[in-house]
């Protein structure tokens, strides 16, 4: 997630702010302390554009 923030140029507070969460929480997501949920996921993906099932992928993998 890191990666594709600074692949995007968004701060962690411009990230925050398009998905409707504090920034602390977008800091979180990062460092794997907690996950995005469904909602928030979703406007990741269109952020991003990159497919919903990536998401099942990357978790599969790790």
């Known amino acids: ?15 925050a702010r398009k998905c409707g969460v504090g920034q ?5 997501w990062i460092s794997g302390k907690r ?5 928030s996921r979703q406007t990741l993906f269109t952020l991003y554009d990159i497919p919903m099932d990536a998401w099942d992928r990357t978790a599969e993998e790790s």
């Open 24 to 28: 602390a929480t977008i800091s979180s």
């Open 1 to 15: 997630m890191l990666l594709l923030r600074l692949a995007h140029k968004f701060s962690e507070v411009r990230l």
């Open 35 to 39: 996950r995005p949920n469904y909602e």
